[in-house]
């Protein structure tokens, strides 16, 4: 089982809708979580840290429960520009290597 | 251009020959890392630097692997008799990590292998 999961997609909505990923973690003493979004043969760029409380930044929401080891993502009133691949990563260690999940594939569609 | 910089940006190589990347990180940054991302996959860690100290090497990392950040400043990752295998985009980030600091990575675009 791999650390960070997450449905490889993809998901194709249409511009306008809204769209959540899910992503689950198996290391319970994680401690760090991101979401970034990596466009087709480019780098991985950060989106957004998630905080327990949940954090916002306008059209883009993410909420983490530790319990349940789970992080999400919502994008409101998707663009065409949003279409890449949404990459889930937690941190466990001092070191703070990035654990990355495979990856989401979103397609907006006009 | 004050991003992390990697080159070359493409290598094509026959299957035994050695090959080397270079990463320049963000001049204030003194942590650099190293990934490794095959098609369809997220990255996957290789290894660190904190300034000129190698802290941390992945199982990934076959003894054919080797990584340097001499000076602290610019890093190179060596792969020796390439194999098939290889065959992936090399990745870099830098980072600060201090008190106080949200040792947030960035990536540079990254030195894609193709081994024939």
């Known amino acids: 089982r791999k650390e960070v999961e997450q449905d490889p997609g993809p998901f194709n909505v249409p511009e306008g809708a809204t769209v959540a990923f899910n992503c689950t973690y198996s290391?319970?003493?994680?401690?760090?979580f991101f979401w970034y979004r990596q466009d087709c043969r480019k780098e991985p760029k950060l989106l957004m840290s998630?905080?327990?409380s949940g954090n916002e930044d306008g059209r883009f929401t993410a909420q983490l429960n530790r319990a349940s080891q789970y992080i999400s993502l919502l994008i409101r009133d998707s663009k065409l520009s949003d279409s890449a691949t949404y990459l889930c990563?937690?941190?466990?260690?001092?070191?703070?290597?990035?654990?990355f999940g495979g990856g989401t594939r979103l397609m907006v569609k006009p | 251009d004050t991003g992390v910089s990697q080159n070359p940006r493409h290598k094509i190589t026959k299957r035994g020959q050695n090959v080397t990347f270079r990463c320049d990180p963000i001049?204030?940054?003194?942590?650099l890392y190293w990934y490794r991302q095959t098609l369809g996959q997220g990255p996957e860690f290789l290894t660190y630097f904190q300034n000129e100290a190698q802290l941390e090497k992945s199982r990934l990392l076959s003894d054919r692997f080797s990584a340097e950040r001499p000076k602290g400043s610019f890093s190179t990752l060596e792969i020796q008799r390439t194999e098939q295998g290889d065959s992936a985009m090399y990745l870099c980030?830098?980072?600060?990590?201090?008190?106080?600091?949200?040792?947030?990575?960035?990536f540079g675009a990254g030195t894609r292998l193709s081994v024939l």
């Open positions: 980030a830098s980072s600060f990590a201090g008190s106080g600091a949200k040792n947030i990575q960035y």
């Open positions: 001049s204030e940054h003194n942590r």
């Open positions: 998630v905080y327990s």
């Open positions: 290391n319970s003493a994680s401690q760090s």
């Open positions: 990563v937690v941190i466990h260690n001092a070191g703070n290597m990035l654990t």
